[in-house]
């Protein structure tokens, strides 16, 4: 038996996005919900956000949308790629959703919450060791004091490590799933096979489920997300490379200068020692930035539009179109 991975736009929206039952599990077992009556019990799918047919936008996310019983909202992403343009999609994305229940003519009171999952196959906080991350509108003195209505949630995949949680092992099972399950796997593990849910999710990543036209699109979903990850590391790579080696012939010119203007042996290392870090702040800085416009270029090299390349490199559209 052969498997495919369900993080690729084609099996992700066929397990979640085809099936209420499983997306209803997901939820449950992904959202910080804190008793039993949050809990979902049904939903409704609702239309996916119309964007533009974009490389970009076709290989870096898919989203599922849903709605349950009480009129909450939910909108699930799987993020391939992380950049910083993705956290303020997030949030336009969840503040669209929250704003169009006005629409309808309901009273502000009657507004329903609006939680945005986001599963991550990226790391993008390396200094924080935890892989779930829970957002929400607080009182920065008083955490206890809440606006509710926006929740976020952010899960890196690459950091999760499977333990045992007796509270939390639905989530355990799910996220072990999305990251033990793929083309190579010939046995699925007896526990997550053991929880119907999530082995009727294993049944839909069956490589015999899908025709051949769906597993070349597959296929091709995963070399578009390699080329885009190759871009960005390549870019950022050689520009930070860059910036150092510039930020220190900058440090230590700076350095000597207020060594000398100090006339003091001591003075002249301190000065030394503060200009090189000055200096290589700068040069990190200044790497980041050639980076973010050599990834432009290629970038529109390789046919992607302005609008795309402005949300991935986080550049301003004015600095992108000087470059073509």
Not at 170 to 192: A, F, I, N
Not at 273 to 294: D, F, L, R
Request: glycine share 6%.
């Amino acid at each position: 038996m052969r498997y495919l991975d369900p993080k690729a736009d084609l099996t992700f929206k066929k397990v979640f996005g085809e099936h209420p039952d499983l997306i209803t599990s997901f939820l449950n077992a992904l959202l910080p919900f804190e008793t039993e009556d949050e809990k979902i019990v049904s939903l409704e799918y609702l239309p996916a956000e119309l964007v533009p047919e974009t490389p970009l936008k076709k290989n870096s996310i898919v989203d599922v949308r849903c709605r349950d019983s009480n009129g909450r909202v939910f909108i699930v992403e799987m993020q391939m790629i992380w950049s910083p343009a993705f956290m303020h999609r997030v949030l336009f994305n969840a503040s669209k959703a929250y704003v169009r229940q006005g629409d309808k003519g309901e009273k502000y009171e009657l507004l329903q919450p609006v939680y945005s999952l986001n599963i991550v196959n990226d790391v993008f906080m390396p200094e924080i060791e935890e892989f779930y991350h829970d957002y929400r509108i607080v009182h920065m003195e008083h955490t206890e004091k809440v606006i509710e209505g926006l929740r976020f949630i952010f899960v890196e995949l690459p950091k999760f490590k499977p333990q045992t949680f007796s509270e939390k092992k639905m989530q355990v099972l799910w996220l072990r799933y999305l990251t033990e399950v793929d083309e190579k796997t010939r046995v699925v593990p007896e526990e997550l096979m053991n929880v119907p849910e999530i082995k009727k999710a294993v049944d839909q990543l069956e490589e015999s489920a899908f025709s051949d036209a769906q597993l070349w699109g597959y296929d091709d979903f995963w070399d578009a997300v390699r080329v885009e990850k190759t871009l960005v590391s390549d870019a950022l790579n050689k520009g930070y490379n860059q910036g150092i080696e510039q930020g220190r012939e900058e440090g230590r010119e700076e350095g000597m200068a207020q060594g000398r203007e100090e006339g003091m042996a001591q003075g002249r290392e301190e000065g030394i020692a503060q200009g090189i870090e000055k200096g290589i702040e700068k040069g990190i800085e200044k790497g980041i930035e050639k980076a973010k416009i050599e990834t432009a270029k290629r970038m529109l090299q390789k046919g992607f539009s302005i609008d795309d390349v402005c949300e991935l490199t986080n550049l301003d559209k004015e600095i992108v179109e000087r470059l073509i």
